[in-house]
């Protein structure tokens, strides 16, 4: 990439449309999309474009129809037949990847393991094995709760393979989170760990899996890997090691010929009210978008080393740790561990241990990096790196810079991809080899998707200006359902606009066509780049005795982007002080997991609210960002406002 930044002082700037970076010449001329009629070619027929993607997979039986649209529900290659283990592993045993590294692990504690395409597919079959002789069924689901270790990957693949599906929990979610996830999934199965790593210490990740499932009716067996040693209670009928299931497997296991709209896996995500929502989705359509996503967006070659940070108990983990990367056959890396453990420069030297070539991260993560230093990247050789990417949130055009001076060292592309838990993989994005970026901006909709910016009407903005993100087309990847609340999904997705999806997001389009993201319009936030609602934060809050009432709102964060910030009034008899303040904080990390724990928490008497009783966030979020208050004409209690700004600011 060249380029020269045209503004010298970026501190707060968001819209640096003269910025342009273009591709290298010789990235270009390598890279697997060079062409930039693939837009208007997808543009002309995107349902052939996706034909054309899907091709790329192997079916077991071809499809009929492209898509079955009956808005808002939509069967992508209906009639056709796949597995996505099958392609995520048997697929490159017959095309010369049978000795490729297709995971390489690095431990926390600095142990390291290579799985090649065949110890993939010997680990898997065995473990579908297991699962079977445990009595799982196709359609059955089987619940998560474990580190980034490759028995997350291998358990994950066996469902697939069998036709089970996985609902993966994020680690770092509390045993409330945990069984709320396990009950409504109805899950027959949980897989775990005796404990997990974290910066030197061990999470009790059994201890909270036997917590979570106290109030539980349907799960029969708990599959326990041994990771850290810890000593564990195993119930006897119900809990099982891992290592003692596979022993005797039997490695082969057939993968079931799956219709292209049978669910793949639930993911759980954060809405606007107190309940997850669990996401659907599917096998066929899913794994179209992702491998194709993958293949072009991140320029995969067949000897790179890519490696994606994120947890698979996220999204961004499920399509670009696992799926989309194995799909394509490339090899991809998996860390259990956190950026500054042993010390902040462990994400470089993995870069140097291993010769990773690609790196996707998130803005958080990289605003860290900054924060840390230059010196911790420039002591490692990254001379191997060729393309960088973002995801989670908008990157903000220093971090931006950083990313590409320090890490990059102005060799490497970045693409800034933005997506959603239910759009399954990336919507809008560079295409390396031809877009020039702006830093900030995710650039375009990729070929065959369809995005724009609208108003309340949904009549589309001129450009400049601030709108809605809507998508105005379906797509492969795209969410199937809400898990046994079909209603929901129509209601959340499918009802503020006619005949577009709202992805909850407010966007600007430049002239030149470019989208930059401007966070989300719901009462959801974004801390470090994972959702959090309000109402779930509200609610544990509630949950304590102290508390009468809480409002939550997310509050400008130097390196999380946001964080979380609560305002609180209290039942009679309870005063505010600091040790309520740190007895909070830590009820709702024991309620919902730590990444909820609140940065500030504030007393207050009564809480600002319009007549109608509504609490007025934006108020509270005005007085968290230290802005001038907006309209508070409609406002019931205006003094509780001059009370509340000033406690803020003492
Ligand atoms: C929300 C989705 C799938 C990515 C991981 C988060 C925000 C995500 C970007 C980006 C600006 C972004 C949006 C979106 N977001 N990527 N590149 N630029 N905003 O998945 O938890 O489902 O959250 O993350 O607000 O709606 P998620």
């Known amino acids: 990439m060249t380029g020269q930044p045209a503004n010298a002082n970026l501190k707060g700037a968001f819209f640096l449309d003269e910025m342009v970076f273009h591709p290298s010449p010789e990235f270009r001329k390598n890279a697997n999309v060079q062409d930039a009629r693939i837009y208007l070619d997808a543009e002309e027929n995107w349902l052939e474009y996706w034909n054309k993607e899907a091709e790329k997979l192997h079916w077991f039986q071809k499809w009929n129809f492209t898509?079955?649209?009956?808005?808002?529900?939509?069967?992508?290659?209906?009639?056709?037949?796949?597995?996505?283990?099958?392609?995520?592993?048997?697929?490159?045993?017959?095309?010369?990847?049978?000795?490729?590294?297709?995971?390489?692990?690095?431990?926390?504690?600095?142990?390291?393991?290579?799985?090649?395409?065949?110890?993939?597919?010997?680990?898997?079959?065995?473990?579908?094995?297991?699962l079977k002789d445990l009595g799982v069924k196709k359609g059955d689901r089987v619940s998560m709760y474990m580190p980034m270790i490759p028995e997350l990957p291998i358990a994950m693949l066996?469902?697939?393979?069998?036709?089970?599906?996985?609902?993966?929990?994020?680690?770092?979610?509390?045993?409330?989170?945990?069984?709320?996830?396990?009950?409504?999934?109805?899950?027959?199965?949980?897989?775990?760990?005796?404990?997990?790593?974290?910066?030197?210490?061990?999470?009790?990740?059994?201890?909270?899996?036997?917590?979570?499932?106290?109030?539980?009716?349907?799960?029969?067996?708990?599959?326990?890997?041994?990771?850290?040693?810890?000593?564990?209670?195993?119930?006897?009928?119900?809990?099982?090691?891992?290592?003692?299931?596979?022993?005797?497997?039997?490695?082969?296991?057939?993968?079931?010929?799956?219709?292209?709209?049978?669910?793949?896996?639930?993911?759980?995500?954060?809405?606007t009210t107190g309940k997850p929502k669990g996401i659907v989705h599917g096998t066929g359509g899913y794994m179209v978008g992702v491998s194709s996503t993958h293949r072009m967006v991140f320029d995969i070659k067949e000897d790179d080393i890519y490696w994606c940070t994120a947890d698979i108990g996220w999204?961004?983990?499920?399509?670009?740790?696992?799926?989309?990367?194995?799909?394509?056959?490339?090899?991809?890396?998996?860390?259990?561990?956190?950026?500054?453990?042993?010390?902040?420069?462990?994400?470089w030297e993995i870069i140097e241990k291993y010769a990773v070539t690609i790196l996707y991260t998130a803005p958080t993560a990289i605003r860290a990096f900054m924060k840390w230093g230059d010196h911790w990247p420039a002591g490692r050789d990254?001379?191997?790196?060729?393309?960088?990417?973002?995801?989670?949130?908008?990157?903000?055009?220093?971090?931006?810079?950083?990313?590409?001076?320090?890490?990059?060292?102005?060799?490497?592309?970045v693409v800034d991809t933005w997506w959603q838990t239910e759009?399954?993989?990336?919507?809008?994005?560079?295409?390396?080899?031809?877009?020039?970026?702006?830093?900030?901006?995710?650039?375009?909709?990729?070929?065959?998707?369809?995005?724009?910016?609208?108003?309340?009407?949904?009549?589309?903005?001129?450009?400049g200006q601030s709108g809605l993100l809507v998508i105005k087309r379906p797509w492969p990847g795209m969410l199937l359902t809400v898990y046994n609340d079909p209603q929901r999904y129509v209601d959340q997705y499918w009802s503020?606009?006619?005949?577009?999806?709202?992805?909850?997001?407010?966007?600007?389009?430049?002239?030149?066509?470019?989208?930059?993201?401007?966070?989300r319009v719901d009462d959801v936030i974004n801390v470090s780049g994972h959702r959090i609602g309000t109402m779930e934060v509200?609610?544990?809050?509630?949950?304590?005795?102290?508390?009468?009432?809480?409002?939550?709102?997310?509050?400008?964060?130097?390196?999380?982007?946001?964080?979380?910030?609560?305002?609180?009034?209290?039942?009679?008899?309870?005063?505010?002080?600091?040790?309520?303040?740190?007895?909070?904080?830590?009820?709702?990390?024991?309620?919902?997991?730590?990444?909820?724990?609140?940065?500030?928490?504030?007393f207050t008497a009564e809480l600002p609210k319009t007549r109608s009783g509504k609490i007025m966030r934006r108020l509270l979020r005005d007085i968290a960002d230290g802005k001038a208050l907006g309209d508070t004409s409609t406002l019931a209690n205006p003094e509780t406002i001059a009370e509340l700004k000033e406690s803020y600011t003492d």
């Open 67 to 130: 898509l079955r649209w009956e808005q808002p529900f939509a069967k992508w290659f209906v009639g056709g037949k796949l597995n996505a283990s099958y392609n995520c592993i048997d697929r490159h045993l017959h095309e010369g990847r049978k000795n490729k590294a297709a995971i390489i692990f690095e431990g926390e504690p600095g142990d390291s393991r290579v799985l090649t395409y065949q110890d993939l597919y010997r680990e898997v079959t065995k473990f579908a094995n297991v």
């Open 158 to 271: 066996a469902c697939a393979r069998i036709g089970a599906v996985h609902s993966v929990v994020f680690g770092g979610f509390a045993a409330g989170s945990l069984r709320d996830r396990i009950n409504d999934a109805g899950s027959k199965v949980v897989i775990t760990v005796d404990g997990g790593y974290r910066r030197g210490k061990v999470l009790p990740m059994k201890k909270n899996v036997d917590e979570a499932l106290k109030e539980n009716d349907t799960v029969e067996k708990v599959i326990v890997v041994k990771r850290t040693g810890t000593e564990v209670d195993m119930v006897e009928g119900r809990d099982l090691w891992y290592h003692d299931l596979m022993k005797d497997a039997l490695i082969g296991c057939p993968a079931e010929a799956m219709n292209a709209d049978d669910m793949l896996f639930i993911l759980y995500t954060s809405g």
């Open 315 to 347: 999204i961004t983990g499920h399509s670009y740790v696992v799926y989309g990367p194995l799909a394509n056959g490339a090899t991809t890396v998996i860390f259990e561990g956190a950026p500054d453990y042993p010390a902040r420069d462990r994400f």
């Open 382 to 413: 990254l001379s191997s790196l060729r393309l960088l990417g973002s995801v989670g949130e908008p990157i903000n055009p220093e971090a931006w810079l950083w990313y590409y001076n320090n890490i990059g060292k102005k060799r490497c592309p």
């Open 423 to 463: 759009t399954g993989h990336i919507m809008v994005s560079s295409l390396p080899g031809i877009s020039a970026a702006k830093p900030g901006s995710a650039t375009m909709p990729l070929p065959g998707i369809e995005v724009d910016v609208v108003d309340p009407a949904g009549n589309p903005v001129p450009a």
């Open 496 to 519: 503020e606009f006619e005949n577009m999806y709202f992805t909850g997001d407010r966007a600007v389009k430049d002239k030149d066509g470019y989208f930059w993201m401007l966070g």
């Open 538 to 602: 509200e609610s544990a809050l509630v949950d304590h005795p102290a508390v009468a009432e809480a409002a939550v709102i997310g509050k400008t964060h130097e390196i999380k982007g946001q964080a979380i910030s609560a305002f609180v009034t209290l039942r009679d008899n309870y005063v505010g002080s600091d040790e309520l303040v740190q007895e909070l904080k830590k009820h709702v990390a024991a309620k919902i997991g730590a990444l909820a724990r609140p940065d500030d928490i504030f």
